[in-house]
Every structure is written in structure tokens, then in C-alpha cells.
């Protein structure tokens, strides 16, 4: 059926909109909705007694500017909004503890922009000094041609499995957001490419945006995935299943791109529910060859190198923010044991290829485990 075609109530037993071309022409389309063809939005169920589900996409209007006074589009441009503007984003939590608490509602009322990349939520709580968020009228949930409900999950890559190949990992982890997980992933990368290897860069957790798989493509990676890839918009609230779902099936997609090495980052800090169930399953422990740890200052370090190794996780290096400042990585060093890396450490292919050499001789013992 094409998208000018008006739907018959009767295939949804809602009331329903058209979405035209000429309309959809003018609507800004997030980040989190740049892999559902344009052919994929047909109508609108506009019943507001209809429950949304995480990914499900929305087409809003914008009734007021607040802490996000733009719109990244697919493309991860930065688009100003304007009240009155109609935007097409997807339902999802999040989970940002410099910004928003967030839940997907349980009805089509008034919600926000919970983040920038295009989530649509209720937000819940937010950090002082955080100004109120973007404030949205939901018009429908988006349909296609059939009359069934757009979700994300329908462009997902097809699902991984524990027992698929993989390539050598590691994991780029953080006390917190901010700590310089993604710039420690990026100038890992660039030493990787300087050390003559195919790399992959990947994010699979956090909330959807261009910026970090932005940034590791700069740094050089051959292939960079994300967990929008696998149909999410966020990853807060999903279940232990889902994680390592996203997990294998970036690094079987990795596998048959016949990368060497795949630097993957879980955001947020080892707190966080669902870091730390992904970090406590054994079957994470037996993807991961090694683990890069970052941190704002010496006692976040300390605290994070303990942890790990409580949960036998390979922990090569000490990075981030901290190092920034000799002082604070000496006695980061001196405490726990572990060589700290700054950015200039990281871009040094030699430095690189001892990192590589002893996530190697992890990957041999667990194997032979």
C-alpha cells in the first residue's frame, strides 16, 4: 500500500491520520529513527488512551524549550527547535545522572524530550541546576501500511548468540558519565590503527546519539555499531538478555567484518543496574579479554580497580579524566597496581601492543579454562 493511501479505521480501531509526503517533508526526524524507511510511516493512531511501549515511534509536536533546544537529526546534525515544530522520535527511558530520570508514560499525554538524540519520555527526576526538559504534545503513534505500530526493533540486526566467533574485546568502563570512557575508547582506537589492525568501535549501552560512534569513527575504526543498531533507543531498564543480545550481536557483526580488535564502551559507572548486571554475568567475563577503566580523580580509580577484580575482570589499564593530572595518576598507580594511561599513552602503538599482548594471554587461559 503507498503512504498516500489513507488506512480504514477498521485495521486499527482507532482514530486515524494520514501521513502524507508533503507532511512528513516538514517533520524533523531524530537520530533514534534514522533506520525505519520513510516507506515504514503511513498514519497516526491518535487514541490517547493507547499505551506506549519502548521504541515505539511518535510523531509530537513541540510546545515549549527546555534544556534540549535542539534536535539531532539522522544525519547527527543539531536542528533548533522551535515551539510548534513537529518532530518524529521514539519512546524510552533514561538513565543520565549529570541530566534525567526518565520512563516511557503510560499514555499518549504531555511528555518531554529526555534527550537529543530523539527520546520521548516522562521525565522523573533531574540533577540541580539541570534546567526543566523540552516539553512535547504527542499527535500518534506512528503506523504502517499494514496498521501495525513502527518500533524500532524492526530494523534490528539480526541477533547474535554466545556461541558465535568473535573478535579480541575490550571494554572501555567508568566510574560515572563524564569519566572519559568514549575518549579513552577513541584514542585506544587510533593507537590500534597506528598499530596496522582492522578495529571496531562500539557502544552498547547508554542513551541513543551520534556523538560517541562519531567519535570513534574520527579515531580511525573500521566499523563502528551501537545498541540503536540492535533497536534500541536506550538501554535503561532492559533486561540481562537483552544486554548481552546487543553484546553478541555486535561482535558477530564484527566477527564477518573481519576486525582484529573491538573496543567496546559500557556507559555510565559500575553502579549503574544495568552496568553492573552486565558486569557481574559470567558470560560477559567470557566475551571480554580486557578492560580499560576511567575515572575523574585517584579514589574513583581505587574503588572502580577493586570492583573489577572482585568480579574477575580483566583489568589492563587505568584512564580517563584523572590523568590529566600526574599527581592523581601516580597515586592511582601507586594504590592499586595498574599502569595508568594517558591519551598520549593510548595513541602510542607500542603501548597498544603490550595492552593487546596481555588481553591476548587473558583470552588463551579462559579459553583453556
Known amino acids: 500500500m503507498n503512504i498516500a493511501t489513507p488506512l480504514h479505521p477498521s485495521e486499527t480501531h482507532t482514530p486515524l491520520a494520514l501521513l502524507t509526503p508533503e507532511?512528513?517533508?516538514?517533520?524533523?526526524?531524530?537520530?533514534?529513527?534514522?533506520?525505519i524507511a520513510a516507506t515504514d510511516l503511513s498514519a497516526l493512531q491518535a487514541d490517547t488512551t493507547a499505551v506506549p511501549r519502548a521504541g515505539d515511534l511518535?510523531?509530537?509536536?513541540?510546545e515549549r524549550i527546555g534544556k534540549h533546544p535542539a534536535l539531532e537529526l539522522t544525519d547527527s546534525r543539531?536542528?533548533?527547535?522551535?515551539?510548534?515544530?513537529?518532530v518524529l522520535v521514539a519512546y524510552a527511558a533514561r538513565y543520565a545522572p549529570d541530566q534525567f530520570e526518565a520512563r516511557v508514560p503510560d499514555t499518549l499525554g504531555p511528555c518531554h524530550l529526555a534527550a537529543s538524540g530523539g527520546v520521548a519520555a516522562e521525565v522523573v527526576s533531574r540533577r540541580a541546576g539541570t534546567p526543566a526538559p523540552t516539553e512535547l504534545r504527542p499527535l500518534g503513534l506512528v503506523l504502517d501500511a499494514q496498521g501495525q505500530r513502527?518500533?524500532?526493533?524492526?530494523?534490528?540486526?539480526?541477533?547474535?548468540?554466545?556461541q558465535d566467533a568473535r573478535p579480541l574485546t575490550l571494554a572501555s568502563l567508568g566510574t560515572s558519565m563524564n569519566a572519559g570512557k568514549t575518549t579513552s575508547?577513541?584514542?585506544l582506537i587510533y593507537g590500534l590503527k597506528r598499530a596496522g589492525l582492522r578495529v571496531g568501535g562500539a557502544k552498547i549501552t547508554g542513551t541513543g546519539s551520534g556523538n560517541d560512534p562519531g567519535l570513534?569513527?574520527?579515531?580511525?575504526?573500521?566499523?563502528?555499531?551501537?545498541f540503536t543498531h540492535c533497536g534500541y533507543a536506550s538501554t535503561f531498564e532492559l533486561g540481562l538478555e537483552q544486554l548481552l543480545g546487543i553484546l553478541y550481536t555486535v561482535q558477530a557483526q564484527m566477527h564477518a567484518?573481519?576486525?582484529?580488535?573491538?573496543v567496546l564502551e559500557v556507559a555510565d559507572g559500575l553502579l549503574q543496574q544495568e552496568t553492573a548486571a552486565l558486569l557481574r554475568s559470567e558470560k560477559f567475563r567470557e566475551r571480554v579479554d580486557g578492560c580499560i577503566f576511567s575515572s575523574g580523580e585517584a579514589m574513583g580509580a581505587i574503588a572502580g580497580?577493586?570492583?573489577l577484580r572482585s568480579q574477575q575482570l580483566p583489568l589492563l589499564a587505568l584512564s580517563g579524566a584523572m590523568t590529566r593530572s600526574p599527581l592523581s595518576s601516580a597515586e592511582a598507580a601507586g594504590a592499586t597496581g595498574v599502569q595508568t594511561l594517558g591519551l598520549e599513552s593510548l595513541r602510542d602503538p607500542g603501548t597498544v601492543r603490550d595492552i593487546l599482548a596481555r588481553a591476548s594471554r587473558t583470552s588463551l587461559a579462559t579459553e583453556a579454562a
Open 23 to 35: 507532511r512528513l517533508k516538514l517533520v524533523k526526524r531524530s537520530y533514534n529513527t534514522r533506520r
Open 58 to 62: 511518535v510523531l509530537a509536536r513541540v
Open 78 to 86: 543539531r536542528s533548533t527547535l522551535f515551539v510548534g515544530d513537529e
Open 150 to 162: 513502527v518500533n524500532l526493533l524492526r530494523t534490528a540486526l539480526p541477533l547474535g548468540t554466545a
Open 185 to 187: 575508547a577513541a584514542h
Open 216 to 226: 570513534l569513527g574520527d579515531a580511525g575504526a573500521d566499523w563502528v555499531l551501537d
Open 257 to 262: 567484518k573481519a576486525v582484529d580488535v573491538l
Open 305 to 307: 580497580a577493586d570492583w
